[in-house]
């Protein structure tokens, strides 16, 4: 993997849109980079996605993990006001100093700076490459945008002071058109990207080369189950899919180990959740357990994940928890110490807080209310 850059200072799109938010205080503040991520108050991040002025709001996280409002901070740039469809619209650079955030309806990235706090400065803005960008990667100081609208991703370099810098010739076009791609992530070791392609059942491999060029034209490979969406890697080499298709109850979590030439194949495929919509999936840090989001059935889906990458649901019904009252879940996080999962939920535009048991077990320890009217991304520093 590249050493790190060193600096001072996501079926169900119409679930995941928002307008805009004002009852959290504003702080548009100047917070230079800085602080250890493991000593600096924890912070949650989600945006407003809204047409007038997309936005990031921060959230502190109490030892307890409940949330209180930090902070409104400006992208500069303009949401969709509608679903995007996605995941990863809202990340952190490795090491966690950079906050990077989709403006789906100006076409840009934006860059924040993070503070020891927790809280933003705008670094820059930058067109990002091509129609309604959806999704960001990130290692070290190469990052690459998954423009939806377009069917292509574009690469760029990061500099010291924040700046997005294109890399000539860097535009890569995805299998085709009108993938419907959800989210473009770095393999563990940062040789290749890997994008989620909803409308062909594939997903899309990039290998890089040493100046963080991609491939000319990507490999695809097939998923065993129907409308790849988010994803997420367990035991490094392990890679997690969650497929939001099949039906009724029918959508599935499959898991893949990640080959020399950087190709995923099969370990446990299209593993049912017994639930509806699962569109997101997330980790714990030890790489034992993981969680999708079922949008459709108000649920969580909690699995054990062995070394091997097989996948066994923790309930045989496939419901660790549910938010039922809180609207339908759609991106997730967990904390860094792996002891609390935050859900956003749309329709009833709130963020659930779960505390996560030693057996994976779900705990309801409480819930964010008044969010935008639907909230778009999840982050946690």
Known sequence: MRSFLKTTGPVLAALAALVSFSSAPRAEGLFPPGGLPGKSPSTVYTMTNAVNGNAILAYRQAENGTLTPLGTFATGGLGSGGGLGNAGGV??????????????????????????????????????????????????????????????????????????????????????????????????????????????????????????????????????????????FSHRKTLLVSEAGGGTNGSSLSSYHILRDGLPKVVDGAVRTLQ????????????????????????ISGFRVSPSGDLTLLNPNGVSATSSGNG?????????????????????????????????????????QNLPTSANGLAFR
């Open 276 to 299: 509806s919509a699962a569109c997101w999936v997330v980790v714990t840090p030890d790489g034992r357990f993981a969680y999708t989001s079922n949008a459709a059935s108000q649920s």
């Open 91 to 232: 990340v952190l650079s490795p090491d966690q100093h950079w906050l990077f955030a989709v403006n789906a309806g100006s076409n840009e990235i934006s860059v924040f700076a993070i503070g020891e706090e927790g809280g933003l400065r705008l670094a820059s803005k930058v067109a990002s490459g091509g129609g309604l960008p959806v999704s960001v990667a990130v290692d070290d100081d190469l990052v690459y945008v998954l423009n939806a609208g377009s069917d292509l991703i574009a690469g760029f370099r990061l500099t010291a002071d924040g700046r997005l810098e294109a890399i000539p010739g860097s535009l890569r076009s995805l299998g085709a058109t009108g993938t419907n791609p959800a989210e473009i992530a770095f393999n563990p070791d940062g040789q290749s990207l890997i994008i989620t392609e909803k409308a062909t059942n594939k997903l899309a491999v990039f290998a890089l080369n040493r100046d963080g060029l991609a491939d000319n034209t990507p490999r695809l490979v097939a998923t065993p189950g129907s409308t790849p969406f988010g994803f997420s």
């Open 328 to 368: 339908n879940p759609i991106d997730s996080v967990i904390s860094r110490d792996g002891r609390f999962l935050y859900v956003l939920n749309a329709g009833r535009d709130t963020i659930s807080v779960f505390g996560i048991g030693h057996d994976g077990d779900l705990s309801t320890v409480g819930t964010v």
